[in-house]
Nanobody, 126 residues
Framework: QVHLAESGGGLVQAGGSLRVSCAAS????????AGWFRQAPGKERDFVAG????????LYANSVKGRFTISRDNAKNTVYLQMNSLKPEDTAVYYC???????????????????WGQGTQVTVSS
């Protein structure tokens, strides 16, 4: 069992930056690929970014490419999402997820992930 806990969300003005973190814990934290998803009110949960277990490869949704950066520190069991040049349309609840079945790949579909955090709200004002 892997428990994920997001932190770092909040309110920021358009053009600003925010970093959200996802800390993993549990009796056995296995190797896993990590993903960030977001869900705005009335919309589906969408893939934002993903990173392999080694951190050697990452993938981004077109809407955030060049503005967001995903990274990880396996010694701290933590995955980060640095968000720059934020736009009002980035407003959503951001969720981190762990894929323990494909730690060396990056899946963009939510059902592929085995564990989820509770989410953290990111609000970008115009």
């Amino acid at each position: 069992q892997v428990h994920l806990a997001e932190s770092g969300g909040g309110l920021v003005q358009a053009g600003g930056s925010l970093r959200v973190s996802c800390a993993a814990s549990g009796r056995t934290v296995r190797s896993y690929a990590a993903g960030w998803f977001r869900q705005a009110p009335g919309k589906e949960r969408d893939f934002v970014a993903g990173i392999t277990w080694s951190g050697g490869r990452s993938l981004y949704a077109n809407s955030v490419k060049g503005r967001f950066t995903i990274s990880r520190d396996n010694a701290k069991n933590t995955v980060y999402l640095q968000m720059n040049s934020l736009k009002p349309e980035d407003t959503a609840v951001y969720y981190c997820a762990a894929d323990v079945n494909s730690p060396f790949g990056i899946m963009t579909d939510a059902p592929a992930y085995d564990y989820w955090g509770q989410g953290t709200q990111v609000t970008v004002s115009s």
